[in-house]
């Protein structure tokens, strides 16, 4: 199968894995699936996606998301308070659509600190989650870019050259990818890490490793992790799931230190839903 009719057998499995409310599912923690979250994420990868890859489908999935997005809080869930994440990704799914929310924008700017990044949480009694989170600071930057907030964006842009782990992703590559497209909405320089020298340890990392690799140029990777993760689509049109979000220890400041789930216990995305969104968007941009 060639790699578009790999990408387009994807595309048609996640449009099919979209509820009838117009949302999207996926991860199985104590408090139950994402909804909103996973929504905005995965509508901003469809949303995102080539022309050749927007069909009637996709643009009907993409509207059925955005009114699901507007009929719930932006959380992981019914059950979990706002969060900047889960904002930010609202804000870049919307904005993709041409949709602007001031207020929301406003509300993720409540959650920058004083060292310029942004906490996934208001300050309460979550300890390490309001503390400055070098996952989440990138993509906070990248919702904020279409804004006008050169002051919050000024700020958070110096930890582009900063901690590379992430808070909530036992990844090695999330982070650096976010600062990628970060860089990309804010017309900015992207700063490439020291090439790679150990393998991603898993599916989604290699996904992420790709995202740098094409904007580093680094060409020969680039065409080893794409073989990679055209090798690893299943029959479904799925990608399998990766067991990487961490659902971090509210007593552990920097998790990516501690050995295995000494920080937080890992979760999959249970449906693949969140890991095929990200592999077809990222493919799709290859193969445009």
Do not use: K
């Not at 699936?33 to 009637?56: C, I, K, M, Q």
């Not at 992207?190 to 094409?214: G, K, M, N, S, V």
Request: proline letters at 7%; a negative charge; hydrophobic letters at 50%.
């Amino acid at each position: 199968m060639s790699p578009v009719a790999t990408i387009q057998r994807a595309i048609a499995a996640l449009l099919a894995a979209q509820a009838a409310d117009g949302s999207f599912c996926d991860f199985a923690l104590g408090i139950g699936s994402s909804g909103p979250w996973v929504t905005a994420h995965v509508g901003a990868r469809l949303a995102t996606l080539p022309p050749r890859y927007r069909d009637a489908r996709v643009t009907a999935a993409i509207a059925g998301a955005a009114r699901y997005l507007g009929e719930h809080r932006w959380a992981y869930n019914e059950h979990a308070p706002a969060d900047a994440d889960s904002i930010a990704h609202a804000l870049i799914f919307l904005g993709a659509l041409g949709e602007r929310r001031p207020e929301a924008a406003r509300a993720l700017a409540g959650h920058q600190l004083a060292d310029g990044g942004f906490a996934t949480f208001q300050p309460g009694t979550y300890a390490s989650w309001t503390r400055s989170h070098p996952d989440v600071t990138p993509v906070a930057a990248r919702a904020l870019a279409v804004y006008g907030d050169d002051d919050a964006i000024a700020r958070a842009l110096p930890h582009r050259h900063g901690v590379r782990a992430a808070f909530w992703w036992d990844l090695d590559w999330y982070t650096t990818a976010m600062w990628v497209d970060a860089c990309a909405a804010l017309a900015v320089p992207f700063d490439p890490p020291p090439y790679p020298t150990e393998a991603p340890r898993t599916l989604l990392d290699a996904a992420y490793l790709f995202a740098i690799a094409c904007a580093a140029g680094w060409h020969t990777l680039v065409d080893e992790l794409a073989d990679h993760l055209l090798a690893a689509a299943t029959p479904t049109g799925l990608w399998p799931s990766s067991r990487v979000l961490r659902v971090t220890d509210p007593d552990a400041p920097e998790p990516w230190t501690l050995a295995g789930e000494s920080g937080g216990l890992l979760y999959a995305d249970v449906h693949g839903v969140y890991s095929t969104a990200v592999i077809t968007s990222l493919l799709a941009a290859w193969w445009r």
